[in-house]
């Protein structure tokens, strides 16, 4: 089991590695063919979901960037690291939405979002279920490699304004060692 995932009615979805591959592939797939391609920004603002996961996996298979931010921040938190990512699709939900609409006309690059749930005035917007459904099962990944970009992480912005960190494909194995720990998965 890759993911299991309890929703707040007490229902538990699981997903096994080979349905996180597949359900990947579809979203690296409806990616691409609303123009996400090689290097584009993708945001992913989202709770944590097992969409976050597949978005994150979509986008690193497609050869684009994520660029995850906290649902917590408020229109000016976010305005910041969008423009300055230069974010073409943002994947989030309907809770979280209202905030970025708020300062969506001042983004040049946003093209669309794509919603877990609700729906968009600002721009124009597919759902991720929709996605899903739509997009092949099977995606050939995108030649990167372990320098090339994967991930936008932006810092706090204590000492003045945040400034995006990027990060290698490499990096993202480097998570893994904290991850398997925080998760008691070490033999």
Request: include cysteine.
């Amino acid at each position: 089991m890759a993911l299991i995932h309890e929703k707040l009615d007490g229902a538990v979805e699981r997903y096994t590695f080979g349905d996180l591959a597949q359900l990947s592939n579809c979203f690296a797939n409806a990616l691409k063919s609303d123009g996400i391609s090689l290097g584009d920004r993708v945001a992913a603002v989202l709770p944590q979901l097992p969409a976050t996961v597949i978005a994150h996996l979509a986008v690193y298979k497609l050869g684009a960037v994520a660029v995850p931010m906290s649902t917590l921040f408020g229109p000016d938190a976010f305005e910041v690291r969008l423009r300055d990512s230069g974010t073409k699709l943002i994947v989030t939900d309907e809770t979280t939405l209202p905030r970025i609409e708020e300062i969506a006309h001042r983004l040049p690059n946003l093209q669309r979002f794509a919603l877990t749930s609700g729906s968009s005035r600002a721009r124009p917007f597919t759902s991720v279920e929709k996605m899903l459904a739509g997009g092949a099962p099977v995606f050939a990944a995108a030649a990167t490699r372990s320098d090339d970009p994967a991930l936008l992480i932006y810092t706090s912005g204590t000492t003045g304004a945040p400034k995006g960190a990027l990060h290698g494909h490499r990096v993202l194995f480097g998570h893994l060692p904290g991850f398997e720990l925080s998760h008691d998965f070490f033999p």
